[in-house]
C-alpha cells in the first residue's frame, strides 16, 4: 500500500511539474526571458494580497503569538531573545495584515 502511494505522489509531482515547465516555456517563448519574468512577478505582487488565506493567516498568527507568550510566561520558560522574536514576527503579522486591507481598499477603488 505505501508503494503505491509513493507511487501515486511521484507520479502526480512528475505530472504536475510538466505542465509548470511546458506552462513556463510557453510563456518564455511568447513573450521572452524579461517580460515573461516581469508579467509573473508583476502580477505576483498584484494579486497576492487579494488572496483569502492572507487575512486568515495573518489574523491566525496575530491573536496565537500572544497566547504563546502569555503561556511561556506561566510556565517559566520567558526567554528574552525569544520574546523579541515573537514580537517581530507578531509585526510582521500585523504588516501582512495591513498590506492585505490596503490591497483590497485599491482593488475596490476605495478612498480613505
Known sequence: MRLAFAIFLAVGFLLNMGVFGWLAVWSV?????RD?????AR???EELPLYWRVPVA???FVVA??????WAILRGDWDPVGAAFVALLWLTWLALLRWHQRAKARATNVQR
Open 65 to 70: 503569538l500572544p497566547i504563546i507568550a502569555i
Open 43 to 45: 502580477m505576483y505582487a
Open 29 to 33: 517563448r511568447r513573450h521572452g526571458f
Open 58 to 60: 495573518a489574523w491566525t
Open 36 to 40: 515573461a519574468v516581469r508579467g509573473a
